[in-house]
């Protein structure tokens, strides 16, 4: 089985689990869809911006010098997005109901995230390469092959290491 099939089977044993889960959205660290269960959203895009968000979060953890990324929650009126590492390669992100317990919520989304990051690291290749299958566009690598749309081609899934930037006091003038 695909590790899109088993990331899709883990979204939807998700969704059981907390009733007031609108949808879900797994996704490399450099913004393709590995797999969704999302009723009415922009795929693309949320993948796309679920991994400008996670480059932020590991640049402000870096700089606040908190560890590694864990996890990202933005309350909006309507409800909840909540963005769980998934591995070192993946994503996990969340669409939560307003009513939703945050607590559960985070729960369950940290279970998932380890879940989905066991079922990439299964399929990837020795050399770390996870091979997905979809219609995405490769942000972060230009080498990439795409197929007629139909296949995206091998990509090295891994979050780059950042530079370690510290922030400098103003010395003035």
Request: proline share 5%; net charge neutral.
């Amino acid at each position: 089985m695909a590790v899109e099939a088993d990331v899709l089977s883990e979204l939807r044993r998700l969704r059981t689990r907390i009733p007031q889960l609108a949808g879900s959205l797994a996704a490399s660290a450099d913004g393709l869809v590995l797999a969704q269960d999302l009723p009415d959203a922009e795929t693309e895009g949320l993948a796309a911006l679920t991994a400008a968000a996670l480059g932020v979060a590991h640049r402000m953890v870096d700089t606040a010098r908190r560890g590694e990324f864990c996890e990202l929650l933005v309350r909006g009126a309507d409800g909840y997005v909540a963005t769980y590492a998934a591995g070192p390669s993946a994503v996990l992100t969340l669409l939560a109901d307003s009513r939703a317990n945050v607590g559960r919520l985070h729960l369950e989304g940290r279970r998932s995230g380890a879940r989905i990051a066991e079922l990439v690291a299964a399929h990837a290749d020795p050399d770390g390469t996870t091979h997905l299958p979809g219609r995405a566009t490769a942000l972060s690598d230009p080498t990439a092959q795409v197929d007629s749309g139909r296949t995206l081609g091998t990509l090295p899934l891994r979050i780059p290491q950042q530079s370690r930037h510290r922030l400098r006091p103003d010395t003035g003038g």
